[in-house]
């Protein structure tokens, strides 16, 4: 059965990231230094495609019910709020000003880890630039394997390539040059006058880029912000009065992290700083994410943030 839409109470990513460009808020409290860890050689081209990659109708079929939830919260601007099942949805995260034109960042992934929840989606990081891009790339977590994909908001509304998080993917993609293990992926426009995206991701092994997707048009989404985020949907769990995603992540201990954010502005690539990006929300309440232990940190402003429990 697929889930039910989330009724409309306030808008949700839409609105924090309206906030975040609209002016670049001072960050509360103690933001920790960290080394900046050394980005991939960055190719003209890309290599080539994906290893273990699922694209159009095999992709929509392998993401399942999990890709409801997401279609229903962006393309209609749905809220980070509790709807009709009880299903709080909420997010934070880094959000680029207008203007930047690409995005690349180095995300956790967590092959082994399941959720407790049927109902429940995890989806960290995700990731979309600003000024229009026809591409989001989202680490997705469930009661099932594991999953990349790649969402196309210029076409299908839908997820146009899928990838499991498997041995395929973590021989091929994976790294744990900067701690957790983690893969680097870039979306960046490579056709102005299309509006053409290409996203990609870093092959460790071929130390060259693999191309994930590429489309171009109009931007479907509503929004013409862009984010890389920590976002869930998940039922309370009547035991704790937590949501089953933040007992999970304190049973699991799972790393779920962004670092290395790079932004591109007129052909320049350059880390995510408070001059070219936000946090939202600045100073993000537990509460409202029924997670009392959760800890938003801000490692090194603005290109590294990590979520523990």
């Not at 495609?49 to 279609?71: I, L, M, N, Q, T």
């Not at 600003?130 to 469930?142: D, G, L, Q, R």
């Not at 893969?183 to 693999?210: C, G, H, P, S």
């Not at 985020?229 to 089953?244: D, K, Q, R």
Request: hydrophobic share 40%; net charge positive.
């Amino acid at each position: 059965m697929r889930p039910s839409t989330p009724r409309p109470r306030t808008r949700r990513i839409v609105l924090l990231a309206a906030a975040a460009v609209a002016a670049i808020p001072v960050i509360a409290g103690t933001a920790f230094a960290a080394t900046r860890p050394a980005q991939p050689a960055t190719p003209d081209a890309a290599s080539g495609s994906v290893a273990g990659a699922r694209y159009g109708a095999d992709a929509v079929r392998a993401a399942g019910a999990a890709a409801d939830r997401f279609r229903a919260d962006r393309a209609a601007n749905q809220p980070n709020a509790i709807g009709p099942a009880a299903v709080l949805h909420n997010a934070w995260g880094v959000f680029p000003t207008p203007g930047i034109t690409g995005v690349t960042a180095t995300h956790t992934i967590n092959p082994g880890v399941r959720l407790s929840k049927g109902s429940d989606v995890l989806y960290t990081p995700t990731m979309k630039p600003p000024t229009n891009s026809c591409i989001e790339v989202v680490t997705e977590y469930s009661t099932s394997t594991p999953q990349i994909w790649a969402w196309d908001w210029c076409g299908s509304n839908a997820p146009a390539v899928e990838v499991n998080i498997d041995q395929r993917f973590v021989s091929t993609y994976g790294t744990t040059t900067h701690g957790p293990l983690s893969y680097t992926v870039r979306i960046e426009r490579t056709n102005t006058a299309a509006n053409r995206w290409t996203a990609r991701l870093f092959n460790q092994v071929k130390k060259a880029w693999d191309t994930l997707f590429v489309s171009a048009g109009t931007d479907k989404s509503g929004t013409p912000a862009g984010w890389d985020v920590y976002e869930f949907y998940s039922a309370t769990n009547p035991a704790t009065g937590h949501t089953f995603v933040c007992d999970d992540i304190a049973r699991t201990k799972m790393a779920l992290e962004s670092q290395a954010i790079m932004l591109k502005k007129g052909g320049t690539w350059t880390p995510a700083t408070p001059t070219n990006s936000a946090f939202s929300p600045a100073r993000p309440n537990p509460s409202s994410y029924k997670c009392p232990a959760v800890k938003f940190q801000v490692r090194n402003p603005n290109d590294h943030w990590l979520v523990t429990e």
